[in-house]
């Protein structure tokens, strides 16, 4: 019995060394996008689904480096030096590539793009920065119209991730989400211990391990080759999905802005993003093998060229700031997005804020200054009307 022991407990040693040694290795040559607790930066918010924190000062690191981040009471993205009141406001709504939780907010494309209308029209310009990760179409508009029926801007912004923000659906709102409230432990019965240590092990391995992260992702992925998921990161770029209603409806909700907007006289400007394997095509090439597909079957220009044609045909302003991105890539700037967490870097924010700038100074320029001053900010819900929508990957 003795020996029978002493076997176990070597056996549990080799292999706790040998998982430890593979847990080294992914974390210093092929680090994985680990979780991280979202529930310190967004909290669940009736009609949005989730938002931002108010009067936040934490840091996060979603995998590339630790950011602080900073929000004023109305949720905005600030800096942690006070701003000057702007003569120009502008609005930017969007997802994660706008709430830039992997950049410090003096690198954020908005920032940037505040400080280069400033530099070439002489006025004080604001970027309010409201995007938040996680967000659709749907809840650009209701944040749009939140924003405009409480304060006056001179432009509206709207960042298009072209890989995740198809919808196939209009939604009026969004309950409050649950997803980032951990569940509550029980321990009551055997089972439920059981299943509350499972949880609780889950989460902290996500957080935690790149070998567990690696696994994770390694079965999904066979599930994907299985043809188990319809949808999946490369669908917006696969031509068999090319007459999918899809993009008919995402146009139609991304207008429905423009509509809010002109009811308040404001202007709206539509910028697609790409996602770094539109820029890389040796990435793409990894990808599209790793998926077990051909390179013949995806269109990486088919989504922009689909979204711009839904919204041009609305008579609405559409930029695509791909092949920016990919000058930049082909010049030898190979920042441009994370290593790990493959949102821009701060290469990629400033690619972004030298494209933008020039598009929207000479809007700007036809407005005189003093003509967007605050209106006065009521507490409690913003917009009675829309009130009747990985921590890392965990959520959202």
Not at 330 to 350: I, S, T
Request: proline share 6%.
């Amino acid at each position: 019995m003795r020996n029978i022991w002493r076997s176990i407990v070597l056996l549990c040693g080799v292999s706790f060394g040998f998982l430890l040694l593979l847990e080294l290795f992914f974390r210093i040559f092929w680090p994985q996008p680990l979780a991280w607790d979202t529930g310190m930066v967004w909290e669940p918010v009736a009609g949005l689904g989730w938002q931002r924190r108010p009067n936040l000062n934490i840091r996060v690191n979603t995998g590339e480096r630790e950011v602080r981040v900073v929000s004023d009471a109305l949720r905005h993205r600030i800096g942690t030096v006070p701003e000057e009141k702007p003569d120009v406001r502008i609005l930017s709504v969007g997802d994660s590539f706008v709430e830039a939780l992997q950049v410090d907010y003096g690198q954020t494309m908005t920032t940037l793009l505040a400080k280069a209308l400033a530099m070439s029209s002489g006025r004080k310009v604001g970027v309010v920065n409201a995007g938040v990760g996680g967000w659709d179409p749907n809840q650009y508009r209701i944040m749009a119209q939140q924003e405009l029926e409480r304060a006056k801007y001179a432009l509206v912004l709207v960042f298009v991730y072209m890989e995740n923000d198809l919808v196939d659906r209009r939604l009026e709102s969004f309950a409050p989400t649950t997803r980032l409230t951990p569940p509550q432990p029980r321990y009551d019965t055997v089972r439920a211990m059981l299943s509350t240590l499972s949880v609780l092990g889950d989460a902290w391995l996500r957080q935690h391990s790149h070998l567990y992260t690696f696994c994770l992702n390694s079965v999904e992925l066979r599930k994907i080759r299985a043809g188990a998921y319809t949808q999946h990161f490369l669908s917006n770029i696969m031509r068999s999905n090319s007459e999918s209603p899809a993009w008919r409806i995402t146009g139609e909700v991304l207008a429905e802005t423009a509509g809010i907007a002109a009811e308040y006289d404001t202007p709206v400007m539509y910028v697609l993003l790409p996602p770094p394997h539109y820029i890389d095509e040796n990435m793409l090439k990894t990808y599209v093998r790793a998926f077990g597909i051909e390179l013949s079957q995806v269109d990486i220009a088919q989504p922009a060229r689909l979204l711009m044609a839904e919204l041009a045909k609305r008579g609405l302003t559409v930029v695509d700031a791909t092949e920016a991105l990919r000058t930049a890539f082909k010049a030898g700037e190979k920042d441009l997005y994370g290593h790990v967490d493959r949102h821009f870097g701060p290469a990629g924010h400033q690619v972004m804020a030298q494209f933008l700038a020039p598009l929207v100074a000479k809007h700007l320029l036809s407005h005189p200054p003093g003509q967007f001053e605050d209106l006065t900010v009521m507490p409690g819900p913003l917009n009675s009307r829309a009130m009747p929508v990985h921590a890392g990957a965990i959520f959202p």
